[in-house]
């Protein structure tokens, strides 16, 4: 049987998320490896992008992986990614 979900849970979490996804999206555009390590990544993450390249799930350190998107985000002159 499913539990109740009511709607200020669901609006908190909600709001939880799209906060969550605007600290990600400025703190990539600022180049703030450090504030993704603090404030988005938890300090252990597990990343799976098996079914696009298979292989097997990365687990690394938020830190860890904040630092590994450098060389990737340095290509770009700026970026902007808009939240709605």
């Known amino acids: 049987m499913a539990t109740s979900y009511d709607v200020q849970t669901y609006l908190l979490d909600r709001a939880n998320v799209h906060d969550t996804v605007?600290?990600?999206t400025m703190n990539i555009d600022l180049k703030s490896y450090d504030?993704?390590?603090s404030e988005v990544y938890a300090p252990q993450v597990v990343i799976d992008y098996t079914s696009m390249f298979g292989?097997?799930?990365m687990e690394t350190t938020g830190k860890e992986w904040a630092d590994s998107?450098?060389?990737m985000m340095s290509g770009f002159d700026s970026t902007q990614h808009i939240v709605m």
Request: hydrophobic fraction near 40%; charge should be positive.
């Open 22 to 24: 605007a600290r990600l």
């Open 35 to 37: 504030g993704l390590a």
């Open 55 to 57: 292989g097997k799930p």
């Open 69 to 71: 998107l450098k060389p």
